[in-house]
């Protein structure tokens, strides 16, 4: 079974750093590109970051870019996501997403559970 | 940026009806699109990809249809565990952007 389990989310103030980590379980990690995706509160969903499976090219939403960098450790079976000059509008809950499929086509088939991050002072 | 926008925002409906959601690209995204439904404090899950393709495991009541820029998605005989709010994404490029998202909720 594919368990995707985020951790590393909380409070933080503005203009601070926070890494979220995504253990993954059941399937070959290596082989898969992951995203984040995140959920501001009572809003819709919004891609953030996305990693090809061997790490090697990585991709941003305009809103994070440049103050958010996603890797991903194949040995640790773990992607991460390090946020950094947060700001409120930051603010959401957190998902790891496997993705399948191909650069077109790519589809979210597993997802964590999710992790909330709040910036606020 | 591939802009989705999804129709109604939200809707009422009756356990046994038929739903019909709408979505729309500001650009032809060929069938590169992707249908999640979401529950209350969960993660969304997949339930069509490729505009029509029903995921491993979805029952057949959901189907989806449509190329270009409009698709839909459809549920036949509306099930208790059907509401729940539906999300439209484009998977033809980077950025990958969702629509606003539908609510399904019960009449």
């Known amino acids: 079974e594919v368990q995707l389990l985020e951790s590393g989310g909380g409070l933080v103030q503005p203009g601070e750093s926070l890494r979220l980590s995504c253990a993954a379980s059941g399937f070959t990690f290596s082989s898969f590109a992951m995203s984040w995706v995140r959920q501001a509160p009572g809003k819709g969903l919004e891609w953030v970051s996305a990693?090809?499976?061997?790490?090697?090219?990585?991709y941003y939403a305009d809103s994070v870019k440049g103050r958010f960098t996603i890797s991903r450790d194949n040995s640790k079976n773990t992607l991460y996501l390090q946020m950094s000059s947060l700001r409120a509008d930051d603010t959401a809950v957190y998902y790891c997403?496997?993705?399948?499929?191909?650069?077109?086509?790519?589809?979210?088939?597993?997802w964590g559970q999710g992790n909330l991050v709040t910036v606020s002072s | 940026d591939i802009q989705m926008t999804q129709s109604p925002s939200s809707l009422s409906a009756s356990v046994g009806d038929r739903v019909t959601i709408t979505c729309r690209a500001s650009?032809?995204?060929?069938?590169?699109l992707v249908w999640y439904q979401q529950k209350p404090g969960k993660a969304p899950k997949l339930l069509i990809y490729d505009a029509s393709n029903l995921q491993s495991g979805v029952p057949s009541r959901f189907s989806g249809s449509g190329s270009g820029t409009d698709f839909t998605l459809t549920i036949n005989n509306l099930q208790p565990e059907d509401f729940a709010t539906y999300y439209c994404q484009q998977s033809y490029n980077v950025p990958w952007t969702f629509g606003q998202g539908t609510k399904v909720d019960i009449k």
């Open positions: 650009q032809s995204i060929s069938s590169y």
């Open positions: 997403a496997r993705e399948e499929g191909t650069f077109r086509g790519v589809r979210f088939d597993s």
């Open positions: 990693i090809s499976s061997s790490g090697g090219n990585s």
